[in-house]
């Protein structure tokens, strides 16, 4: 199953199992019931050079590309889907600073991102600008020697508990798409408050928030690349952490079939266990080929990241498809479960409730149908 990986690859793969399994795992099911972050998981993630996969060494990274980064990601998936959540948190702001800031800005905050020194978020959506980025109402009003924030972004992942936020916000709207720009903003900090969404479907031991900016300060320094750079940071990024997201639904479709498996060959109905009922090996059939099927994609996007080649129509598909693969494992292995599947003493319901997001964040499947689409149809070419 493992694809051609080297030696170096398949130590990494090791250690990011290990830790999931070893550190990780003991804990998950308590951590998801009392929706607690594990602000010491994640630090342990930066030590062990998690984050720093697609940063260079100069900046605290290891380098180790965009494939090290989708293995890494699919073995925390697979133990707890709402932790893999910190590594986008992590790598979204980091690589936005290596693609697009200045030195400076790159050498106050992107090893400490790298390494989970501070925490990061990233906030684009708004109560109406979810799909639609350029429907954003956030404004940053040029004021002396910097400028002043004001709006409200929701759905933030690590908003209550980050040190710094990549934020993008209009500084020119006439300007439509091209009047975006995105700006570091220090937290807490005056102007700037940060609410919880406590109750929500799944990713429980994920923080997600809202903040709101009320003439809040942000240095000139703190701009990231120039004004009007925000859409194409933004889209940048999201092809990036668009690949760590699919890599997580895999790792999440993955723990589905295990468990499937597993319990399929120990549970025994009319006198024989019900893994031998062909509708039941119907779909660990389909699960097994999906889960494959979307890892080689995502493991083909990641590739040609890493040779230097456009990846953006290969990183749609994958994400796409690993979002549906995740959503068809989990439904699967409730059914397989039956009753057990619906307690809270297995994990199959949190695989269920962790496994739909996959299909919003980071673009939802209707976007990146639509990339795909267009791209086929000559419309918008994805690769550009
Ligand atoms: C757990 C979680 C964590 C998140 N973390 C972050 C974060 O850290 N930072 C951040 O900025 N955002 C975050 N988000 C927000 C996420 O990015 C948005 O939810 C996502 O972009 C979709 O926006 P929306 O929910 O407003 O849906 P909408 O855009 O309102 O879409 C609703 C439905 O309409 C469909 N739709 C929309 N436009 C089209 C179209 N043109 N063609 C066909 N169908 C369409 C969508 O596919 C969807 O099915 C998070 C969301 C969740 C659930």
């Not at 404004?139 to 993008?168: C, E, F, P």
Request: aromatic fraction near 8%; charge should be negative.
């Amino acid at each position: 199953m493992d694809f051609d990986l080297n030696d170096e690859l398949l130590a990494i793969q090791e250690a990011a199992r290990k830790f999931a399994e070893k550190e990780v795992a003991p804990t998950v099911d308590e951590d998801d019931r009392e929706h607690r972050f594990r602000k010491d998981l994640v630090q342990k993630m930066g030590e062990l050079g998690f984050f720093g996969c697609i940063i260079p060494e100069e900046y605290g990274g290891t380098n180790t590309g965009f494939v090290s980064l989708v293995i890494i990601t699919e073995e925390i998936g697979r133990i707890h889907s709402s932790l893999r959540v910190a590594i986008n948190m992590q790598i979204g702001p980091a690589r936005a600073l290596l693609d697009f800031a200045s030195e400076d800005l790159k050498q106050r905050y992107l090893s400490k991102i790298a390494n989970a020194e501070l925490l990061s978020c990233f906030a684009i959506t708004e109560p109406d600008a979810g799909s639609d980025v350029a429907a954003m109402r956030t404004r940053a009003t040029r004021d002396g020697a910097g400028y002043v924030l004001n709006g409200s972004k929701t759905w933030i992942s690590n908003a209550q508990v980050a040190d710094v936020a990549l934020v993008y916000a209009y500084t020119d709207p006439e300007k439509k798409h091209r009047g975006i720009s995105a700006f570091m903003v220090d937290l807490p900090q005056p102007g700037v408050t940060a609410k919880a969404i406590a109750d929500k479907l799944g990713a429980n031991a994920s923080p997600t928030g809202e903040l709101f900016f009320d003439n809040c300060k942000v240095p000139r320094e703190n701009l990231v690349g120039n004004e009007g750079d925000g859409f194409k940071i933004c889209m940048t990024d999201l092809n990036y952490t668009r690949l760590s997201c699919g890599a997580g639904a895999v790792g999440l479709a993955r723990a589905c079939r295990e468990a499937s498996v597993q319990y399929a060959n120990q549970r025994v109905q009319f006198g024989q266990k019900i893994g031998e009922y062909q509708m039941i090996q119907d779909m660990i059939a389909q699960m097994l080929v999906q889960e494959d099927a979307a890892r080689l994609l995502l493991y083909r996007a990641a590739a040609l990241k890493d040779q230097g080649r456009p990846n953006n129509l290969e990183t749609s598909m994958a994400k796409y498809y690993a979002g549906e693969t995740a959503a068809f494992a989990a439904d699967c292995a409730l059914k397989i479960y039956g009753a057990w599947g619906y307690s809270k003493e297995y994990p199959i319901e949190r695989y269920f409730r962790d496994s739909r997001s996959y299909q919003i964040v980071e673009g939802s499947a209707n976007i990146q149908k639509l990339i795909i689409a267009q791209d086929a149809l000559g419309y918008r070419k994805a690769n550009r």
